[in-house]
């Protein structure tokens, strides 16, 4: 694979980022809305997770020698259109998700984390492997 070791280490940390938060057994939505201590953590390893995905998109992009874009989705979306990433929508939420942890942190619908956490964070579901 041609891309470098910098990229490998940033997906382990996507994956640690998730296998932390599969390890905090989160069983419900009542668990996850009364414990202030499971959001802030689920919404900070999210956080972390998608800015790291948003590197990783930067990184590929400079090794493509393709200039980045103004915005994040739209570095996923170049990667898409390069075959390098499938399913921009997936990625492209993702990006909107940590958008509105970072730019509305004052008040975090639990409704939203909790459904992706359900709907979206198994492992399988990421794919972390990078098409050559």
Same mark, same amino acid.
């Given at each position: 694979?041609?891309?470098?070791? @910098?990229? =490998?280490?940033? &997906?382990? #940390?996507?994956?640690?980022?998730?296998?932390?938060?599969?390890?905090? *057994? %989160? !069983?419900?939505?009542?668990?996850?809305?009364?414990?202030?201590?499971?959001?802030?953590?689920?919404?900070?390893?999210?956080?972390?997770?998608?800015?790291?995905?948003?590197? @990783?998109? =930067?990184?590929? &992009?400079? #090794?493509?020698?393709?200039?980045?874009?103004?915005?994040?989705?739209? *570095? %996923? !979306?170049?990667?898409?259109?390069?075959?390098?990433?499938?399913?921009?929508?997936?990625?492209?939420?993702?990006?909107?998700?940590?958008?509105?942890?970072?730019?509305?942190?004052?008040?975090?619908?639990?409704?939203?984390?909790?459904?992706?956490?359900?709907?979206?964070?198994?492992?399988?579901?990421?794919?972390?492997?990078?098409?050559?």
């Amino acid at each position: 694979m041609k891309y470098n070791g @910098i990229i =490998e280490n940033k &997906l382990r #940390i996507i994956e640690e980022k998730l296998e932390a938060i599969q390890s905090w *057994n %989160i !069983s419900s939505y009542e668990q996850f809305n009364q414990s202030s201590l499971l959001q802030n953590a689920v919404e900070r390893a999210l956080q972390v997770a998608v800015e790291v995905m948003i590197d @990783i998109s =930067e990184r590929i &992009l400079a #090794i493509e020698k393709v200039p980045p874009q103004h915005a994040a989705a739209e *570095n %996923i !979306s170049r990667l898409q259109k390069m075959n390098i990433l499938s399913n921009f929508t997936e990625y492209g939420d993702m990006v909107k998700f940590r958008n509105l942890i970072v730019h509305r942190y004052e008040r975090i619908d639990t409704e939203i984390v909790y459904s992706i956490l359900k709907n979206k964070l198994s492992m399988s579901y990421v794919d972390l492997t990078l098409q050559s």
